[in-house]
């Protein structure tokens, strides 16, 4: 049963939806397909509702029309250097694209934005110097480094 939801993401597929939720609910506790709808068998369902992390989702296995951008990202905040690099490997791995500042494209061509939490922690600090120095180290990064920016910010 889909879970009720006023506002829900709808992210557009050309028929691989199923595969990359099951994918995304793979990578994050409180995550599950909620219902892979498919009117015939011998083709992907239409819609697949799922839940991201408790944020719910739906794809739409629309056809070739239209393809994902970086305008729209799912972006995820991370606690730590090890599930930065998890989240990193598993969606950038097989096919998927680095890009830069915690930024990526997985296979299916979907933006994402892995963000260790320590990075707004330290952008947001009272002493604009230390900020300065963070976001300079960050826009130098691919995957946040989270030790890195630990290192920029205590450089005095």
């Not at 909620?34 to 296995?61: E, R």
């Not at 130098?140 to 290192?151: G, N, P, R, S, V």
Request: charged share 20%; with cysteine.
């Amino acid at each position: 049963m889909i879970e009720p939801s006023k506002v829900r993401t709808c992210l557009w597929f050309d028929g691989n939806g199923v595969e990359a939720a099951r994918l995304y609910v793979s990578l994050l506790p409180g995550s599950k397909i909620d219902n892979p709808a498919s009117l015939d068998a011998a083709k992907p369902p239409m819609t697949v509702h799922f839940t991201l992390a408790g944020t719910p989702y739906m794809i739409l296995n629309g056809g070739p029309q239209y393809r994902p951008s970086e305008a729209a990202s799912i972006f995820v905040t991370t606690d730590d250097q090890a599930e930065t690099d998890r989240l990193w490997d598993a969606l950038a791995g097989n096919g998927g694209k680095p890009g830069r500042c915690g930024w990526l494209k997985d296979r299916y061509d979907v933006s994402w934005q892995i963000v260790p939490r320590r990075l707004p922690e330290l952008l947001s600090g009272s002493r604009p110097e230390i900020a300065g120095r963070v976001m300079h180290a960050m826009m130098q990064m691919a995957k946040i480094d989270i030790a890195a920016l630990e290192a920029a910010a205590n450089t005095d």
